[in-house]
């Protein structure tokens, strides 16, 4: 089945790892709907308050630092038994909401019902985490390096793929059948995704396991470069400020359009489509593009986008009457400055941290950001929430408050980004993970892991015709 995702003729060099493609592809539906706006609109249909949905958004943040714990496993188990265990796992916790639709469809919403959702949530991305702390140092060491700019690209373009195929399947459900049906459906297009992308991982070859990592060391140097000033810790606070300005607007925002104007779950999940497609578009576009102009460009590009989207839905709030063409072109907009900024941040890092220390200091900015950025949507749910006659709401006049501060924060952010130090002749190889295109964001999560990347370097490939006969696995057809 790997064949549709490669040829082992014209891909001699990613034979071996041609199902960690198959895992991009089938992982995608899993993280899409677990964790993505799909849970969001399960949650409000079972009644979740704004602070609710916040902190079930926000789990998979908030958790990273457990990546920088997990990764002292490394060497004891192994890059592969972390990554099936984790995955394995996290599975489990895909049935809690499974088995929620059918109570509910049943019984009725009930709140109970939104806590073991929530819990369900957290022990998804707890076990996510662990796996999460061998995923990219694993590929490092198992993908030739002459090949990983050209495994991470279908990596990403694979996901990206499944992941929009996810969103208008998601959409045809809720247009076509009632609404706990569809989310079954759903969820159990998440659990085959998540049974699949095991298998695939297992298919993988293992790598040696890593020098031990001491956590008292780390504990010792990460104040360090959290407190002596630089242009990493400058960096950092400025890409810290954005996680917590851009990660509320899209729990909050689909939350919104549900308990507010009203809208269909299905005209929601096309907006995450056109979301989706303007991170990739800008993806591309930075592809072709970034190595010219420099990364500090593309950060104030997404900047701008930014304010011009809390513009937007500033005034939105006030009158609808802006339209629905309007709010379909923010999610667009949205995509697009997200990839712009997450995207352009791969390639600065590696400019402003030592080569001897950016196995740290990436994983720190990793682990701040997306702490952070955690941790923003959880306070804002509790600002947000209010209860109306037909049960919980969102604070209109809070949420009008929320993008009048997104907007301040994003011209802030611009003025300060534009003075950032980008040296343009120095060549660096940009951090390649995972996940970056399609989700930018969560991405940033990939990057706290402290096994040196650039110390796994798989064997290197042979030419097509070389070695044949031999008893390499790498030569054998």
């Known amino acids: 089945m790997w064949r549709w995702f490669s040829s082992a003729q014209d891909d001699p060099a990613l034979r071996t790892v041609r199902p960690g493609l198959a895992f991009a592809f089938f992982n995608a539906p899993t993280w899409q709907i677990g964790l993505g706006t799909p849970m969001v609109l399960f949650a409000e249909q079972l009644g979740a308050s704004p602070a609710q949905v916040g902190l079930a958004y926000a789990w998979v943040f908030v958790l990273t630092p457990v990546q920088i714990f997990a990764t002292a ?26 088995a929620l639709t059918m109570l509910a469809a049943a019984w009725g919403p009930r709140t109970w019902m939104v806590q073991l959702l929530v819990w369900s949530v957290f022990f998804f991305c707890l076990f996510r985490a662990v796996g999460a702390s061998a995923s990219t140092p694993w590929l490092y060491a198992i993908v030739p390096a002459a090949v990983r700019g050209r495994y991470f690209a279908s990596d990403q373009y694979l996901a990206g793929v499944a992941g929009v195929l996810t969103l208008l399947v998601c959409a045809a459900l809720f247009a076509f059948l009632p609404v706990y049906p569809a989310l079954l459906l759903q969820y159990g297009i998440a659990v085959l995704g998540s049974l699949l992308s095991y298998r695939a991982l297992n298919q993988l070859p293992d790598a040696p396991r890593p020098r031990p990592v001491s956590l008292m060391d780390v504990a010792r140097a990460t104040p360090q470069h959290l407190l002596t000033r630089s242009t990493f810790r400058a960096y950092l606070l400025l890409a810290l400020w954005f996680s917590v300005v851009v990660t509320p607007i899209v729990p909050f925002g689909a939350y919104y359009l549900k308990v507010g104007p009203g809208l269909s779950l299905s005209a929601i999940m096309v907006f995450e489509v056109a979301r989706y497609l303007g991170v990739i578009l800008a993806a591309w576009t930075l592809a072709r593009r970034i190595d010219v102009t420099g990364a500090r460009p593309f950060m104030l590009v997404g900047l701008w986008i930014y304010a011009a989207v809390a513009a937007f839905w500033w005034f939105y709030l006030r009158w609808e009457g802006a339209g629905i063409a309007g709010v379909l072109g923010s999610y667009f907009l949205i995509g697009v400055a997200t990839s712009c900024w997450s995207i352009a941040s791969l390639n600065y890092l590696p400019k402003i941290v030592p080569e001897a220390e950016r196995p740290l200091m990436v994983s720190i900015h990793g682990a701040v950001t997306a702490l952070g950025g955690g941790l923003a949507p959880i306070v804002w749910g509790w600002f947000l929430r209010t209860d109306s006659a037909s049960g919980p709401a969102l604070s209109v006049p809070v949420f009008g408050w929320f993008f009048v501060s997104s907007f301040a924060s994003s011209c802030l952010l611009a003025w300060f980004s534009a003075r950032l130090p980008e040296e343009r002749s120095v060549s660096v190889e940009p951090i390649m993970i995972g996940n970056a295109v399609l989700r930018p964001m969560r991405a940033m999560t990939y990057l706290v892991n402290l096994v040196d990347v650039r110390g796994l370097d798989a064997p290197p490939t042979p030419a097509p015709d070389a070695g044949r006969g031999t008893d390499s696995p790498d030569a054998r057809k």
């Open 73 to 98: 496993l490394l060497p004891r188990f192994g890059f592969k038994r972390v990554m099936l265990g984790g995955w394995r796992m996290r599975s489990f916790f895909l049935v809690v909401p499974m």
